[in-house]
């Protein structure tokens, strides 16, 4: 801690002795040994990363090992072409073609640098609007390649979108979960989702069990998620079931947009410190996060502060400090640093020339330091490092060969999973189940009495095509409802599989398909979004034209 950090509140007290009282937690199953894969490549087991540590303030970090990962992004740049209202100026200009494109397009990524190394958190700050988001998408491969400029590697090597999509996982700030089932059910059902079926009942459960414990949720591991009408889960324990419903395969990289918002200040706290524990376990965490308490930053390695879409810091947040006092802003005594950097770049920003001078800072500042730090440490080729973290229990497969199956699992034991999941969610909520049997039974009902004694005469085939058209139409729009959650499952089943360094030519398929089901995924949404509008506008009118 710096001396510019205030002393830590009462409250703050108070919060860690919360999280003091929380229950020892037991080093959980590793899953190097529950796996046992890389040790037939001869790589050193004997000392596996994963494991767990403890909340509370007796726990001792784990020791610090070789850093196999180095995750660098170099002159990210990213834009998207908007379009113009249409009037008689811009429609009878004399622009050609590329110049409309360039004066319709807007900068959302202007040139942004940085790194995250495992072991540690990176975490992406800056006001609303300034481009968190879409350099978190940027980073995990969830925009168009073609349109994003700059490059990504790791271990010094490119990335590849396949393969980071295999060693990866995103955590959205949505929780879409399922109000009745326990939290440890919960995770159950996506160990058997998302992991293969090679792996046993029983080590799917040692891994659902070691995730309870990373996750700091044995305490809450019975009762039910729950939702506004039935009690369950705080929000903070909401969050960490969802970001362990995406680490089951436990990734190396691990991306999350805005993990703490709606939450309250120790909730947010523990939620990073479930983080800090998951990068601990050898994996690289990036987040963004809108304004960290100052405890949140103490557990943060890495800060990169964007201001409309520019870099105008990227360093620890130690350094923070230095670095506004060489820029002429000395952050003042007992001042929260983040909150000064985000004031102070709010104010830049409202000035006539903007945060140019502080990107201009930042860049020359960069420059001096990194000369001064080089560091030509050798680090693992990404091959062997993404070996040596599966030998560690990374990336939970059941794949010994080498060889991967295009799925995680098939598809008729996916739809068993859903179907599973669901009726066990229905049988708790038995009035939800009776209404929908209900408005079966009466659509079933109108049907049939419509299409009541149909003879054999043309128009009789005519109308059985009917019953068949509206059959199948209502029975789609009732399943429409439940596709996101299935293609979102699945696309992240995708990912699950790939512990391949290889680049083999199944791995490649895998994740192509995994391309398609993301872009599905959006384009179902869009389509979603553009019905729901059309019918508001439909009911406008009807409620708005003459009767
Ligand atoms: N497809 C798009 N077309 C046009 N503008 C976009 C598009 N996507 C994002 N933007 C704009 O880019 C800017 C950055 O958006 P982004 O969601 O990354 O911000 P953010 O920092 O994450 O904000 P918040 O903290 O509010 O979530 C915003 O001004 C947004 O309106």
């Not at 990363?49 to 990213?78: C, I, M, Q, W």
């Not at 949505?174 to 079926?197: C, G, H, N, Q, W």
């Not at 060969?401 to 098939?410: D, L, Q, T, W």
């Amino acid at each position: 801690m710096s001396h510019n950090d205030p002393p830590p509140s009462r409250r703050d007290d108070q919060d860690d002795r919360r999280i003091s009282m929380l229950p020892t937690l037991r080093v959980s199953t590793k899953l190097g040994q529950i796996l046992r894969i890389g040790a037939s490549d001869g790589l050193d087991t004997s000392n596996p990363a994963h494991h767990v540590v403890e909340l509370g303030e007796t726990s001792t970090k784990p020791p610090r090992r070789n850093v196999p990962f180095f995750l660098s992004f170099n002159d990210l740049t990213y834009s998207v072409v908007t379009r113009r209202e249409m009037n008689f100026t811009t429609s009878f200009s004399r622009e050609t073609a590329a110049e409309k494109k360039l004066s319709n397009s807007k900068i959302l990524l202007n040139g942004i640098c940085g790194e995250a190394k495992d072991g540690e958190i990176l975490a992406v700050l800056g006001a609303s609007g300034s481009g968190k988001s879409t350099l978190i998408d940027a980073l995990a491969n969830r925009i168009r390649r073609e349109s994003l400029k700059g490059t990504l590697t790791l271990n010094g090597e490119p990335l590849e979108s396949r393969l980071l999509k295999a060693i990866s996982a995103y955590v959205m700030q949505d929780d879409i979960l399922y109000p009745m089932l326990t939290v440890e059910e919960t995770l159950i059902f996506s160990a058997k989702f998302r992991l293969p079926r090679s792996l046993s009942g029983s080590k799917k459960r040692a891994r659902v069990e070691a995730l309870i414990d990373q996750l700091g949720l044995r305490n809450a591991a019975k009762t039910v998620i729950g939702d506004e009408v039935h009690r369950g889960i705080s929000g903070g324990e909401r969050r960490r079931v969802s970001i362990g419903i995406d680490i089951i395969h436990d990734p190396i990289i691990l991306f999350l947009d805005e993990p703490t918002s709606g939450l309250d200040s120790t909730s947010a706290f523990m939620v990073v410190k479930v983080l800090q524990r998951i990068a601990q376990s050898g994996s690289i965490v990036i987040m963004s996060v809108h304004q960290p308490s100052y405890r949140i930053l103490g557990l943060v390695d890495r800060v990169l502060f964007l201001s409309k879409g520019h870099t105008v810091y990227n360093g620890s947040p130690l350094n923070l400090p230095l670095f506004f006092s060489d820029f002429g802003h000395p952050i003042p005594e007992n001042e929260n640093r983040t909150e000064f950097a985000l004031d102070l770049i709010r104010e830049l920003e409202g000035s006539p020339r903007g945060t140019k001078s502080l990107v201009e800072f930042n860049k020359s500042w960069q420059t001096t330091k990194n000369s001064r730090n080089r560091s030509n440490s050798k680090r693992l080729s990404l091959k062997n490092a993404i070996r040596a973290s599966i030998s560690r229990g990374k990336l939970v497969s059941g794949t010994t060969s080498g060889s991967v199956a295009i799925f995680a699992n098939p598809c008729w034991i996916e739809m068993m999973v859903l179907a599973e999941r669901n009726i066990t969610n229905s049988k708790r909520m038995p009035e939800l189940f009776v209404v929908r049997f209900g408005a079966v039974i009466v659509t079933g009902f109108i049907l049939a009495t419509v299409f009541w004694k149909l003879d054999n005469t043309p128009r009789g085939v005519q109308e059985r095509l009917s019953v068949l058209a509206f059959a199948m139409s209502t029975t789609f729009y009732t399943c429409a409802e439940s596709l996101p959650v299935f293609l979102q499952e699945r696309s992240v089943s995708f990912n699950k599989l790939a512990s391949c360094p290889n680049s083999t030519r199944a791995c490649s398929g895998l994740n192509e398909k995994a391309k398609e089901a993301t872009t599905l995924e959006r384009q179902m949404a869009q389509e979603a979004m553009e019905k729901e509008k059309k019918k508001q506008l439909a009911k406008d009118m009807t409620i708005f034209s003459p009767t």
